[in-house]
């Protein structure tokens, strides 16, 4: 086996070894939960979702750990401005985020840790750094120095010298160094807080994950992940936080997904062009966007519009209609009892070629393509004069495959929506303009008997439900 991954921390690809045989461990930087997620969030979820998914195809024992930011600076101005308190608002938008990606195909990871569940391994972890010395207390603020991790900006490939602070907060007087960044933050009043030996307060942003990492995954991990704007600031805190804790490298392997613009302009609120994803999957069907995430290798910026999207539609339906069309001919086929080895061997083909592009740092871009090919492949099989069960069940059976790993279902719905009415009767059309009557006269049948009945008209065809 030889899984290529782009390692951000070398800035190259790099082979996969994993730390233990045939297993990964892996963590994912989630959302804070202070509002519904963008589509800027939903590109990480979908990616990392499917990187999952093709290590499990490929027989790995993946433990998959995601985060929730339940408290932080933004939940804290959500509950002022609401007149709620922290935990309903994460509450609410925890459980609008599970449906949000569920939508889109998105597997719950193994764990999804809280910040208010790990208090206790956090105040432990900053207690740590304080004791070896990378840390210090002023005022019941709590502060990593970073100048005292010597290998600081690695990540970002950034001169320690040439870096600004990158925390969320201004820059406070009290701190030692303007690049020392806050590991534990006292409480202001009527904030949101917890005892901690430095008096009441709440974690900085960083520390939650380097906390979680350690409690759900260990010291070392395979795979840390997460969109590309994470690179710096946070994952190179959460580095620093880490090693300088344990000793020990944080991450082997270090992933980012690139950028998602709206209609060639950087997504922002003050542009007004900020896309929740409870929004656009009430106008675009879910599963059409995440075949449209995966339609670009994931470390490359994609532009975000209503043409690219229809774009996908168009494709992601030639595909469907190529195992709709595969569905209804399995149907209708008895056994011939031969194995067309020529066929299931051009199939096989077409999976191995999947699996090549999906070894090199899992380019979904050019694994789409092949389940074009493979659609292609699946159209001329269908024009031919006999077609043998076994060569469609493989068809149908690799299809199903392949798409699990990119989390698409591709098998004809049991209810029919007037979008699918309406392409079976062009299925149909083209079947009686093949002069396959067999097929059109099933596709007619069919729908009768889910109660759709085809009236033929010199307008062409007409439907209604009965």
């Known amino acids: ?50 990187v999952r998914r093709y290590f499990q195809f490929r027989g790995f024992d993946v433990t998959y750990v995601s985060n929730f930011t339940d408290v932080d600076d933004k939940l804290i101005k959500a509950a002022k401005e609401l007149g709620e308190d922290v935990p309903t608002i994460a509450e609410r938008f925890i459980k609008a985020y599970f449906e949000d990606t569920a939508a889109l195909g998105v597997k719950c990871a193994d764990v999804h840790p809280r910040v208010t569940e790990t208090m206790t391994e956090i105040i432990d ?20 120095s970073t100048r005292k991790f010597k290998e600081y900006g690695r990540l970002s490939q950034q001169s320690i010298d040439d870096l600004q602070s990158g925390a969320r907060i201004e820059v406070e007087q009290q701190k030692a160094d303007p690049l020392d960044f806050a590991l534990w933050k006292k409480a202001k009043p009527g904030e949101i807080s917890w005892d901690s030996p430095w ?50 490298k944080m991450a082997n392997y270090w992933l980012h997904n690139g950028y998602i613009n709206i209609d060639n302009e950087k997504m922002s609120k003050s542009l007004g062009n ?4 409870h929004d656009i999957i009430k106008k675009y069907d879910p599963e059409i966007i995440r075949f449209f995430m995966l339609m670009a290798h994931y470390r490359s910026p994609i532009n975000f519009n209503d043409e690219l999207l229809n774009s996908a539609k168009n494709g992601l339906d030639r595909i469907k209609t190529a195992v709709l069309n595969l569905e209804y001919r399995l149907e209708e086929t008895a056994n011939l009892g031969g194995d067309e080895v020529e066929w299931i061997s051009k199939i096989d083909e077409e999976k191995a070629n999947f699996i090549r592009e999906m070894d090199d740092d899992f380019n979904s871009a050019n694994a789409i393509a092949t389940l074009f090919d493979l659609a292609k492949l699946a159209n001329v099989y269908l024009r031919e004069d006999h077609t043998s069960k076994e060569v469609l069940e493989h068809f149908l059976s690799v299809f199903k495959e392949l798409a699990d790993v990119l989390g698409l279902v591709l098998s004809s719905p ?51 439900r009965v």
């Open 414 to 464: 049991k209810e029919l929506l007037d979008e699918d009415i309406d392409k079976l009767i062009e299925q149909r059309n083209e079947a009686r303009k093949n002069r396959d009557f067999a097929l059109a006269d099933k596709i007619r049948d069919d729908l009768k008997e889910m109660n759709i009945v085809l009236e033929d008209t010199p307008q062409g065809v007409r439907w209604k």
């Open 274 to 277: 900020f896309i929740l994803v």
């Open 125 to 144: 972890f900053v207690e740590g750094l304080i004791n070896k010395g990378f840390a210090y207390e002023i005022n019941g603020d709590v502060y990593f």
């Open 1 to 50: 086996m030889s899984i290529k991954v782009y390692n951000t921390l070398s800035r190259q690809k790099e082979m996969f070894k994993p730390i233990e045989e045939g297993k990964v461990k892996m963590y994912v930087c989630g959302p804070t939960v202070y509002n519904y997620i963008h589509i800027g969030n939903a590109r990480p979820a979908i990616i990392f979702d499917m």
């Open 199 to 248: 008096g009441e307060g709440r974690p900085g942003w960083h520390i939650e994950c380097s906390a979680m990492v350690k409690k759900y995954l260990g010291d070392t991990i395979d795979i840390h992940a997460g969109g590309q704007d994470l690179s710096f600031p946070h994952h190179e805190n959460e580095i620093a936080q880490s090693e300088a804790m344990t000793g020990k």
